[in-house]
């Protein structure tokens, strides 16, 4: 149950801020082994990708919580690449709506 709302959570922010990249068609969420799974569909492109954030941290500091991104998988193996080379050891601020949920 939790992981599911974390999911739909997760793919409304994901939608809303990343918006001209494409759609979110799908969102799972794993918390015990730490990972984020996507199935999107860009712009541009004519079938749905996957990505997964293979392995993320929570980090709390004081009343904020943020998300850290370690490492990522996708079925685009250019886009693991540029992901991995600019997201991965950055950190996000987790909205306090969806911050609850942890």
Do not use: H
């Amino acid at each position: 149950m939790k992981e599911g709302a974390l999911a739909v959570a997760l793919r409304a922010y994901v939608n809303d801020r990343f918006k001209e990249y494409g759609e979110v068609l799908d969102c799972q969420v794993d918390t015990k082994e730490n990972r984020l799974t996507f199935r999107v569909m860009l712009r541009g492109e004519k079938e749905p990708a996957s990505a997964s954030i293979d392995r993320y941290e929570i980090e709390n500091e004081g009343d904020d919580v943020y998300l850290k991104l370690r490492s990522f998988s996708t079925s685009r193996e250019w886009i693991t690449l540029l992901l991995n080379q600019l997201l991965a050891g950055k950190r996000f601020k987790i909205p306090s709506k969806v911050a609850g949920l942890l």
